[in-house]
T-cell receptor, first 116, second 113 residues
C-alpha cells in the first residue's frame, strides 16, 4: 500500500484480556519498528524487526508483550493480560534499510489502546 | 536520561515569529531526523541530516547538527498557526547490520494566530 496501515485505530479492552495490534508496513520495507506513546509523552521503543534477522526485543516492557512479523511483512503486537498502564497509542513505523541514507521512517496512524 | 532530549518541552510563539527547538543526544550517530506529530497520532518525517553534515534546509525548516556537542537544532521560520504540533528528534545508529532509531521526548509548539 501507499503507507503504513495500523488496525484497529482504537481499541477498548477490559483489564486482563489479551489484545492484538496489527501493522501492515509499506511493501518492500525491510525494517519495522513498534513504539508506544503515553499521553503527552515521547516515544518508547518496543521492538525492531530487520529482514530475516532475530528481532531486537530489548524495549518490550514485560513478558506480557510479544510481537511477530510474518513473511517479512505484516507484524502483530500482542499484549496478554492487559493492565491499565498498557493504555497508550501504539505506533508502527517501517523503512527500507538497503540505503543507510533513506529519507526517513514512515509511521502509521497508530492504535489507541484503552484498558478499562 | 534518554538518547535524544529536546528542549524546550513547550514553546508558545506568535504567528510570524521563528521557533527554535534543540535536541541533545549521548552516543555517536549516523544521522539525526526531525519529525512532526499532530494530535498524538502518526509522526511525519520532516528532514534528515547526516553525521557529516552541519546544516540543512527544507522550505521554512533549517536544521543544524554539531556532532562535537552532540546536539541539533530545528528552526522554523515565519511560523504559521498550522505549525502547531509536537516536534521530535530521532537519532539513528547503524550497528552490525541493524539500524536503531531512538526518539526524544518532544517539544510541544503552539503558534498563536
Amino acid at each position: 500500500g501507499a503507507g503504513v496501515s495500523q488496525s484497529p485505530s482504537n481499541k477498548v479492552t477490559e483489564k486482563g484480556k489479551d489484545v492484538e495490534l496489527r501493522c501492515d508496513p509499506i511493501s518492500g520495507h525491510t525494517a519495522l519498528y513498534w513504539y508506544r506513546q503515553s499521553l503527552g509523552q515521547g516515544l518508547e521503543f518496543l521492538i525492531y524487526f530487520q529482514g530475516n534477522s532475530a528481532p531486537d526485543k530489548s524495549g518490550l516492557p514485560s513478558d506480557r508483550f510479544s510481537a511477530e512479523r510474518t513473511g517479512g511483512s505484516v507484524s502483530t503486537l500482542t499484549i496478554q493480560r492487559t493492565q491499565q498502564e498498557d493504555s497508550a497509542v501504539y505506533l508502527c513505523a517501517s523503512i527500507w534499510t538497503g540505503d543507510e541514507w533513506a529519507p526517513g521512517y514512515t509511521f502509521g496512524s497508530g492504535t489507541r489502546l484503552t484498558v478499562v | 536520561s534518554q538518547q535524544g532530549e529536546e528542549d524546550p518541552q513547550a514553546l508558545s510563539i506568535q504567528e510570524g515569529e521563528n521557533a527554535t527547538m534543540n535536541c541533545s543526544y549521548k552516543t555517536s550517530i549516523n544521522n539525526l531526523q526531525w519529525y512532526r506529530q499532530n494530535s498524538g497520532r502518526g509522526l511525519v518525517h520532516l528532514i534528515l541530516i547526516r553525521s557529516n553534515e552541519r546544516e540543512k534546509h527544507s522550505g521554512r525548516l533549517r536544521v543544524t547538527l554539531d556532532t562535537s556537542k552532540k546536539s541539533s537544532s530545528l528552526l522554523i521560520t515565519a511560523s504559521r498557526a498550522a505549525d502547531t504540533a509536537s516536534y521530535f528528534c530521532a537519532t539513528v545508529r547503524a550497528s552490525g547490520g541493524y539500524q536503531k532509531v531512538t526518539f526524544g521526548t518532544g517539544t510541544k509548539l503552539q503558534v498563536i494566530p
